[in-house]
């Protein structure tokens, strides 16, 4: 059994990939081709937005954003404190303090009183400016934008949408990747649209946003490759990449969200009495970039993980440390009292397979071992 068994996605779309690929090959354009273009409108189209700018990756993607609002020394910006080292190292790489924010326990996302209180805090405490809400879609499902805009409102902050693991996900009907002032996305082989490398991309309805972060991307040129207008860096999303996504875009959004919820609801019919499954909240819809339960203490985990290590059950901890904790972060940014929630989290939570050509049989046989341990 697989993680994420990307071999039997492959083999399903096996000869609309192949074709693909041979195309862009044939043709030499392997460099902003025009399956590049192509797919920005794609994306563009489906999230709702006026502009996606494609790049080289994920982390990219939070930089470049940063980049085009002029983020460095001396500004704030709010980072949950639960979520992968990239959404904090942004900012910090750009000489900008990350202020480390708790999150809900149910969602896993941004707290949205934590977020205010960081906020106060920083107003009256510190030198810094406070300037973007980072938050992240974690684990699939989107954050609590509704109530996070009306934060960034009050305080005349920018929102920072990072869905590297939400891209799919929903509220209503509005999509994930149209909730922030700009938002952002990872096409990592492993998050639910994927292509087969690196890659990533920016959402904005801002005309001038775009412009910039476009630029931005190939060493802040200007009408040409040798007119440089912005310092930038290069980042852009290969053609190859560009055409496997048109491929599997089109079976993510008509086929492979619809059945990896299936599979989070046999999941969570199985093991709601054994362990605490994932909260979907009323109205919001998820990706299931993983299915993390949470265990009732950290010695019922590593109970639990032997198991499934002895049967071959692959599983994950997502994650072991809260960002305040990462020694890189030391002396560079801010951190509050406490993080009642991420301590809580980081002992109890266990990510399992989840993707959307799994069987049945299987998130039974998984269930069967908690069931039984």
Same mark, same amino acid.
């Given at each position: 059994?697989?993680?994420?068994?990307?071999?039997?996605?492959?083999?399903?779309?096996?000869?609309?990939?192949?074709?693909?690929?041979?195309?862009?090959?044939?043709?030499?354009?392997?460099?902003?081709?025009?399956?590049?273009?192509?797919?920005?409108?794609?994306?563009?189209?489906?999230?709702?937005?006026?502009?996606?700018?494609?790049?080289?990756?994920?982390?990219?993607?939070?930089?470049?954003?940063?980049?085009?609002?002029?983020?460095?020394?001396?500004?704030?910006?709010?980072?949950?404190?639960?979520?992968?080292?990239?959404?904090?190292?942004?900012?910090?790489?750009?000489?900008?303090?990350?202020?480390?924010?708790?999150?809900?326990?149910?969602?896993?996302?941004?707290?949205?009183?934590?977020?205010?209180?960081?906020?106060?805090?920083?107003?009256?405490?510190?030198?810094?400016?406070?300037?973007?809400?980072?938050?992240?879609?974690?684990?699939?499902?989107?954050?609590?934008?509704?109530?996070?805009?009306?934060?960034?409102?009050?305080?005349?902050?920018?929102?920072?949408?990072?869905?590297?693991?939400?891209?799919?996900?929903?509220?209503?009907?509005?999509?994930?990747?149209?909730?922030?002032?700009?938002?952002?996305?990872?096409?990592?082989?492993?998050?639910?649209?994927?292509?087969?490398?690196?890659?990533?991309?920016?959402?904005?309805?801002?005309?001038?946003?775009?412009?910039?972060?476009?630029?931005?991307?190939?060493?802040?040129?200007?009408?040409?490759?040798?007119?440089?207008?912005?310092?930038?860096?290069?980042?852009?999303?290969?053609?190859?990449?560009?055409?496997?996504?048109?491929?599997?875009?089109?079976?993510?959004?008509?086929?492979?969200?619809?059945?990896?919820?299936? /599979?989070? @609801?046999? $999941? %969570? !019919?199985?093991?709601?009495?054994?362990?605490? #499954?994932?909260?979907?909240?009323?109205?919001? &819809?998820?990706?299931?970039?993983?299915?993390?339960?949470?265990?009732?203490?950290?010695?019922?985990?590593?109970?639990?993980?032997?198991?499934?290590?002895?049967?071959?059950?692959?599983?994950?901890?997502?994650?072991?440390?809260?960002?305040?904790?990462?020694?890189?972060?030391?002396?560079?940014?801010? /951190?509050? @009292?406490? $993080? %009642? !929630?991420?301590?809580?989290?980081?002992?109890? #939570?266990?990510?399992?397979?989840?993707?959307? &050509?799994?069987?049945?049989?299987?998130?039974?046989?998984?269930?069967?071992?908690?069931?039984?341990?």
């Amino acid at each position: 059994m697989q993680f994420k068994d990307l071999k039997l996605q492959y083999q399903n779309l096996k000869t609309q990939i192949d074709n693909a690929i041979l195309e862009v090959c044939s043709n030499a354009d392997f460099i902003s081709g025009i399956d590049v273009r192509e797919l920005e409108i794609q994306l563009a189209r489906y999230v709702g937005v006026k502009h996606c700018v494609t790049c080289g990756n994920g982390t990219d993607a939070i930089v470049l954003s940063l980049m085009s609002w002029g983020i460095g020394p001396g500004d704030a910006v709010f980072v949950p404190d639960f979520t992968f080292f990239a959404s904090g190292e942004a900012p910090a790489f750009l000489g900008a303090t990350p202020v480390f924010v708790d999150v809900e326990k149910d969602t896993f996302n941004i707290s949205v009183s934590s977020l205010e209180e960081a906020i106060i805090y920083t107003i009256n405490n510190t030198y810094l400016i406070p300037k973007v809400i980072i938050a992240v879609d974690l684990f699939g499902q989107p954050a609590n934008y509704p109530k996070i805009r009306k934060i960034a409102d009050k305080y005349n902050l920018l929102v920072l949408e990072d869905a590297a693991q939400g891209f799919g996900g929903a509220i209503g009907n509005k999509k994930a990747c149209s909730f922030g002032d700009i938002s952002t996305t990872s096409f990592f082989p492993a998050k639910p649209l994927g292509c087969y490398g690196d890659g990533g991309a920016v959402f904005t309805n801002n005309d001038e946003w775009a412009e910039i972060i476009r630029s931005l991307c190939v060493h802040g040129k200007g009408r040409t490759k040798y007119d440089n207008i912005h310092i930038g860096m290069n980042s852009r999303l290969d053609t190859i990449q560009a055409a496997i996504l048109k491929v599997k875009f089109n079976n993510f959004i008509n086929n492979e969200l619809e059945q990896v919820n299936k /599979v989070a @609801e046999w $999941y %969570k !019919n199985e093991l709601q009495k054994t362990v605490k #499954v994932p909260q979907v909240l009323d109205g919001f &819809y998820s990706s299931w970039a993983q299915y993390t339960v949470l265990c009732k203490n950290t010695m019922e985990r590593e109970n639990i993980k032997e198991i499934l290590k002895e049967n071959a059950i692959p599983y994950a901890v997502y994650y072991s440390k809260g960002m305040h904790e990462q020694i890189a972060f030391k002396g560079k940014c801010i /951190v509050m @009292e406490e $993080y %009642k !929630n991420v301590e809580y989290l980081k002992n109890r #939570v266990l990510s399992l397979p989840i993707y959307p &050509y799994m069987d049945k049989s299987e998130v039974l046989l998984i269930s069967n071992y908690f069931i039984n341990k």
